[in-house]
C-alpha cells in the first residue's frame, strides 16, 4: 500500500519483468509507453512497474504483449528456454488475490462454482457471470475497492454509475426510496430485466463508487439462478455491468469474456449462452412522471401498461444517470451500416427477415421477423460477424416497435463514430 495524493491510500500493483537490463528492448519500446502516473525501478529480479488499479486496464491490458515479446526476445537473446521459465518471467502481484494477469479460469456455474465465487467475491474479487441478458462482471457493491477492479478491468471512466443487483425487492428498498410508480413496476418486472434509478436510502451501504458519486442508485433483481445464487451466496448486493472491455460487443456467454477479460478478472461462472441477449431496459424514477433512460429486455409499451400513461424521453444533454447513456457503445472492431438494403463487396451482413438471402458471411437475425428472436441473437451474431475480420457489417434494417427499439439503440450506438474521448465507454 502506497499513499497517494493528499495523503489518501492508493492501491499498487507491482509487475516485474524479470532479467531486463535498463537498455533492454523493453525500456525502449514499452516504458515510452506508461502513462505519467505509473513509475518504475530497476531492482535484483529485473524493471518494476508501480502501477495504480485505477490505471491498470488501460496500460497493462493494451501493453502486456508488448511486454511478453520483450521477455520472448530477452530469451531468444540469452539462450533460456522460453517454455521452462515462463512461469518466472513475468510476475505480478496485488493485495487483492490472484495475479491480475493470469488468464480468468472458466468453471461450471453449479454449486460448487457459486461457492467458489462468492469466496472471490467476499475477499474483493471480481467474478463472471451469466443473467438472464448479458453475462456480467461482479464485484462487492459496498467495497470501494472491490468496484475499482471493475473500472479498471473494464477501462471504465468512473463517472458511468454501475447497477447494483439485490436478491429481491425487500433487499432493494434498503438501498433506495421508492415511489409509488417505482414499486409498481418493480413488483410487476422483479426479478427480471429492469433496471429502477432512484433516490439513494438513509443508511444504504452501496459504495459511492459503484453510484459513481451519485445521491441516486441504480437497482435490479434478476431472474437469472445462477445471478439470484451468486448474490445469495455472496450475501451483500453485487455491483455488475457487463463482462467486457468498454465500448464493445456485450457478451452472451462464457467465452466470450474468456476472449475479453480473461487476462483481467478472477473467475468466469459459465452458465450457458443467455437467453434475453439484451441489456436491461432502465427506467429513471427521479423527479417527475418515470423516464426511460436505456431501452432494453423488456419493451417500452409494456412497462406504459403497468403505468397507466407514456415514458418520458430524455430530451436533450442530461446527467448521466445509469449505464448506457453514452454515444459510442456495444461497438465491433468492425464497423456498421446501419439500414442497408444490400451487401457490398467484401461486407459481412447482419440481416432480419432475409433481406440480403442465404449467402456467405450472413446470419439472419430472424428469418421469421420474431423481434424477441432477434434480440436474443444480435450480440452473439455481432460477435461471430466481427470475428470474420471484415472491415464492415451491413445492418438490414429493423422495425423500431417493441423491442426493436432496443435493438436500434443498440446498433445505433455500435455504429456512432468512435473518437478517442469515446473509447472504453459501456454499459
Not at 417493441?402 to 472504453?424: F, M, Q, T, W
Request: charged letters at 20%.
Amino acid at each position: 500500500m502506497n499513499c497517494g495524493v493528499g495523503g489518501i491510500p492508493q492501491r499498487m500493483l507491482t509487475l516485474t519483468v524479470r532479467g531486463l537490463e535498463r537498455d533492454s528492448f523493453v525500456t525502449r519500446t514499452v516504458f515510452p509507453t506508461i502513462p505519467p502516473r505509473v513509475d518504475y525501478e530497476l531492482t535484483p529480479l529485473g524493471h518494476s512497474l508501480l502501477i495504480p488499479i485505477q490505471h491498470l486496464g488501460n496500460w497493462a491490458l493494451q501493453n502486456i504483449a508488448l511486454i511478453e515479446d520483450a521477455q520472448r526476445r530477452f530469451d531468444q537473446a540469452s539462450g533460456r528456454d522460453a517454455a521452462a521459465s515462463g512461469s518466472e518471467r513475468l510476475q505480478m502481484t496485488n493485495e487483492y488475490g490472484p495475479a491480475l494477469l493470469a488468464s480468468a479460469r472458466t468453471i461450471p456455474a453449479d454449486a460448487a462454482g457459486l461457492t467458489e465465487a462468492a469466496a472471490i467475491l467476499r475477499g474483493g474479487g471480481i467474478v463472471a457471470f451469466p443473467t438472464e441478458t448479458v453475462y456480467g462482471l461482479a464485484a462487492d457493491a459496498t467495497s470501494e475497492a472491490a468496484v475499482a477492479r471493475i473500472y479498471a478491468a473494464k477501462a471504465r471512466p468512473d463517472f458511468n454509475p454501475l447497477i447494483a443487483h439485490v436478491a429481491s425487492l425487500e433487499a432493494a428498498l434498503e438501498q433506495g426510496r421508492f415511489s409509488v410508480e417505482a414499486q409498481r413496476l418493480a413488483k410487476t418486472f422483479w426479478p427480471g430485466p429492469l433496471t429502477l434509478v432512484v433516490p439513494l436510502a438513509p443508511g444504504a451501504t452501496v459504495c459511492t463508487a459503484t453510484r459513481a458519486g451519485l445521491q441516486n442508485i441504480a437497482l435490479r433483481v434478476p431472474i437469472h439462478p445462477v445471478a439470484l445464487g451468486l448474490i445469495a451466496a455472496a450475501g451483500r448486493p453485487l455491483a455488475a455491468p457487463s463482462a467486457n472491455r468498454s465500448g464493445r460487443v456485450s457478451p452472451v456467454t462464457a467465452a466470450h469474456v474468456a476472449a475479453d477479460l480473461s487476462g483481467a478478472i478472477d473467475l468466469i461462472l459459465d452458465g450457458g449462452r443467455c437467453p434475453r441477449g439484451l441489456e436491461s431496459t432502465v427506467i429513471s424514477c427521479l423527479e417527475g412522471p418515470p423516464r426511460l433512460l436505456r431501452p432494453g429486455a423488456i419493451a417500452r409499451k409494456d412497462i406504459e401498461a403497468v403505468l397507466g400513461l407514456a415514458l418520458a424521453s430524455p430530451s436533450g444533454p442530461i446527467a448521466i444517470h445509469s449505464p448506457g447513456m453514452l454515444a459510442s457503445h456495444y461497438a465491433p472492431r468492425a464497423k456498421l451500416r446501419l439500414d442497408a438494403k444490400a451487401l457490398e463487396i467484401s461486407e459481412a451482413g447482419l440481416d432480419f427477415g432475409g433481406i440480403f438471402g442465404k449467402r456467405k458471411n450472413v446470419l439472419d437475425l430472424s428469418a421469421s421477423r420474431d423481434l424477441k428472436e432477434a434480440a436474443a441473437n444480435l450480440f452473439a451474431y455481432l460477435h461471430d460477424l466481427d470475428a470474420l475480420g471484415l472491415a464492415r457489417i451491413a445492418v438490414a434494417p429493423i422495425p423500431r416497435e417493441g423491442l426493436g427499439e432496443a435493438i436500434n439503440d443498440r446498433l445505433a450506438r455500435a455504429a456512432a463514430p468512435r473518437g478517442r474521448s469515446d473509447v472504453g465507454f459501456d454499459g
